[in-house]
């Protein structure tokens, strides 16, 4: 659809792109990325024909862009400008309805029923249909940006290019704008070309992005292989952390504020512990990087409260995470902010201990009883009794900093500590007569100050997962004693 070759352009004797290449397909969402002043908006200009190119070649669907009329050209491309503030009024229709000038032959141009069907039609898609005979200047600048949206689409254009599309726009109409762009690509094979300041975004939506920095292309490919961290920060020179989007295969970079990395913790330990009869916590001071399978708070994010809630060994709640939240409001804790986990086992029969090192430290804490062991290995045999109370519960605490790897790792080598346990303890699963591996309601989660030294693994080799084996070994060893001790008393 769109050809460009060795492109060389800018102003009066200030040159800004400098050899810039790269093709776009037909029904492509092809972003433009990369610092101010880079040549974003230059290169826009250039394939609109508003700056002449010094060398090098635009060809759009065959043919060079300086061998189109205006109006030709008028109905492949539109244009959808920055926005700037309107000096002029019209109404909204007017505006819209400008879209079609592209379409009238001649001197006296009739206003045809297509014509109005597709105003009335691009004015719904955009949702600036109520506000047609308000007057533009009168448009808040978000709905001057849909406005002027409907007028590029009023064009019917092959290929539409925008400049910085959602920035007046607020979450909502920005991701309508967005999906609506793509589902006419997807759908119409209308070609987007987009200048985005919004990285994220731009990973969303488009299956290309086009990374300048300096009037040179950096990169051009889909999102995943531009938005690659060390690029990123050099291109933008600031630090930034890439991770995936919670529901969608795509990467989006976060920004990592210097004040935050600057940050030292205090040593998470028995110190912020505090054991009553119906709940244990440990409070942390900040927000803590958790991994975990509590009742609340599972999975990967930021906490500061960690409970384990006795309940009775009867307890049965069909909706039991909005049970346990409401026992948190309950008693002042966010449910948001806390891992909550549950337990039928007397909480003072929970160990715990603080492991050091030079550099880092770890502080582990178990609570255990062993009724539902379960030899994972014998699946296939049936059981479907709840005996109580008999859930493992594994909290490690880390100080220092944790990559993903070893969250992950830090479970696993807990988990392996953990079967050992099972084994040296004779722990046998009641409906197979076999050792066991663990119970059958086992929780775990790993949480890490993210100061300090960094652990790229947790694995038995490392120095971290050997600490973090012993702890999970000797805590739990002690957790199952106290436990065995209290039910035969
Ligand atoms: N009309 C002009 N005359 C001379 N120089 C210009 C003109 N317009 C832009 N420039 C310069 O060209 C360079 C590239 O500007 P451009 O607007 O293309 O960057 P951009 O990447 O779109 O930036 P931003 O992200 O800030 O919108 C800048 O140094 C800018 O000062």
Not at 278 to 300: D, E, F, R
């Amino acid at each position: 659809m769109l050809n460009v070759k060795n492109l060389t352009a800018g102003y009066e004797a200030k040159p800004i792109l400098k050899n810039v290449s790269f093709d776009v397909k037909k029904g492509e969402f092809f972003g433009i990325a990369g610092p101010n002043g880079c040549g974003k908006t230059t290169l826009l200009k250039s394939l609109t024909h508003l700056i002449k190119k010094e060398n090098g070649e635009i060809i759009l669907d065959g043919k060079p862009i300086e061998k189109y009329s205006a109006k030709d050209f008028a109905k492949k491309a539109a244009v959808l400008p920055q926005m700037s503030p309107q000096t002029f009024s019209y109404t909204v229709k007017e505006t819209v309805a400008l879209g079609r000038y592209a379409h009238k032959r001649g001197l006296f141009h009739t206003w045809t029923e297509h014509d109005e069907q597709i105003v009335q039609s691009v004015m719904e898609q955009t949702g600036v249909r109520h506000l047609e005979s308000a007057q533009i200047s009168e448009c808040s600048g978000g709905e001057q940006q849909r406005i002027f949206l409907a007028q590029a689409l009023a064009q019917e254009p092959e290929i539409l290019l925008l400049d910085e599309p959602t920035n007046h726009l607020d979450l909502s109409f920005q991701k309508e704008l967005m999906d609506l762009l793509k589902q006419w690509t997807l759908e119409r094979k209308l070609t987007v070309i987009s200048i985005f300041h919004d990285l994220n975004l731009a990973s969303l939506y488009c299956d290309r992005i086009l990374l300048m920095e300096n009037g040179e292309v950096m990169a051009v490919d889909a999102p995943k292989k531009v938005l690659k961290e060390e690029l990123i920060e050099e291109v933008y020179n600031t630090s930034i952390q890439k991770q995936a989007h919670p529901s969608v295969a795509k990467p989006q970079m976060l920004l990592v504020p210097e004040y935050i990395e600057k940050n030292q913790s205090p040593e998470i330990n028995d110190s912020f512990l505090t054991i009553g009869e119906s709940h244990l916590v440990i409070q942390s001071p900040m927000p803590l990087k958790t991994l975990s399978s509590g009742v609340t708070g599972a999975g990967l994010g930021w906490h500061r409260s960690f409970m384990i809630r006795r309940v009775p060994p009867e307890y049965s709640h069909l909706n039991y995470q909005e049970e346990m939240a409401n026992y948190l409001i309950e008693n002042d804790f966010d449910p948001m902010e806390t891992v909550g986990f549950m337990t039928a086992v007397n909480l003072e029969d929970a160990a715990y201990h603080l492991y050091r090192a030079s550099a880092f430290s770890v502080f582990i804490l178990v609570t255990a009883g062993t009724a539902n062991a379960i030899d994972a290995s014998k699946h296939e045999d049936f059981r479907d009794e709840y005996l109580s109370p008999g859930t493992i519960n594994t909290w490690i605490f880390v100080n220092g900093k944790l990559s993903e790897e070893a969250f992950i790792q830090g479970i696993v080598t807990a988990t392996e500590a953990k079967v050992k346990v099972m084994q040296d303890e004779e722990i046998i699963d009641p409906t197979t007569g076999t050792t066991a591996t663990g119970t059958s309601t086992d929780s775990i989660s790993i949480a890490a100050t993210q100061s300090g030294e960094e652990h790229p693994f947790a694995g038995t080799m490392t120095a971290l997962g050997q600490m973090i084996s012993r702890g999970v070994y000797e805590c739990t060893r002690k957790a199952v004693h106290n436990y065995r001790k209290r039910i035969s008393n």
